[in-house]
T-cell receptor, first 115, second 117 residues
Framework: EAGVTQSPTHLIKTRGQQATLRCSPISGHTSVYWYQQALGLGLQFLLWYDEGEERNRGNFPPRFSGRQFPNYSSELNVNALELEDSALYLC???WGLGARTDTQYFGPGTRLTVL | AQSVTQLGSHVSVSEGALVLLRCNYSSSVPPYLFWYVQYPNQGLQLLLKYTTGATLVKGINGFEAEFKKSETSFHLTKPSAHMSDAAEYFCAVSRPDRGSTLGRLYFGRGTQLTVWP
């Protein structure tokens, strides 16, 4: 069974540009989560999507946004990139709302570097 | 707010020695508890989890953890370390019954495990 996949593996952008990161969940999972792992800041929750709806959001500015498609894959968009947005962005998936377990399974991440 | 404390950002052990990684959480209600491992330049891999039931949980690669409600702890152990265990370990909690915290994992800052030959 395929795990969570993310693309691209690495992304290099300059300040002010936009970045788009993609995630495909494990087959059958309807929930997708995004986390930021920045140096010195640890793992921080960004967004949670389930059945195409944003269900929860972490303490990040509005320039961090995303969406979930009908096939449950997801995009994370970061607008007006700042140097401090440089981080590993991890996507996770799980069975959706109402499931008996909410264990999150993580992908390999996208390394975003902002120059 | 949920918080997770991992005591010791770095732990070093000899191959074959006991591994003990500490995790304490703050919550008025027992949350779900997880341990993840991260190898260099990779994502997080689930080691084990506690939701309800038996408080001693066995995971992959010989790891286990015990939920102690009175101590609000969920320490990770392995009887005999192997070189391949060298990685960063993260403790995490979730509160599936709370609206504002629904869906999110709260992570500790991580513990880097070094295994000496």
């Amino acid at each position: 069974e395929a795990g969570v996949t993310q693309s691209p593996t690495h992304l290099i952008k300059t300040r002010g540009q936009q970045a788009t990161l993609r995630c495909s969940p494990i087959s059958g999972h309807t929930s997708v989560y995004w986390y930021q792992q920045a140096l010195g800041l640890g793992l921080q929750f960004l967004l949670w999507y389930d059945e195409g709806e944003e269900r929860n959001r972490g303490n990040f500015p509005p320039r961090f946004s995303g969406r979930q498609f009908p096939n449950y894959s997801s995009e994370l968009n970061v607008n007006a990139l700042e140097l401090e947005d440089s981080a590993l962005y991890l996507c996770a998936s799980s069975w959706g709302l109402g499931a008996r377990t909410d264990t999150q399974y993580f992908g390999p991440g996208t390394r975003l570097t902002v120059l | 707010a949920q918080s997770v404390t991992q005591l010791g950002s770095h732990v070093s052990v000899s191959e074959g020695a006991l591994v003990l990684l500490r995790c304490n959480y703050s919550s008025s209600v027992p949350p779900y508890l997880f341990w993840y491992v991260q190898y260099p330049n990779q994502g997080l891999q689930l080691l084990l989890k506690y939701t309800t039931g038996a408080t001693l949980v066995k995971g992959i690669n010989g790891f286990e953890a015990e939920f102690k409600k009175s101590e609000t702890s969920f320490h990770l152990t392995k009887p005999s370390a192997h070189m391949s265990d060298a990685a960063e370990y993260f403790c995490a909690v979730s509160r599936p019954d709370r609206g504002s915290t629904l869906g999110r994992l709260y992570f500790g800052r991580g513990t880097q495990l070094t295994v000496w030959p």
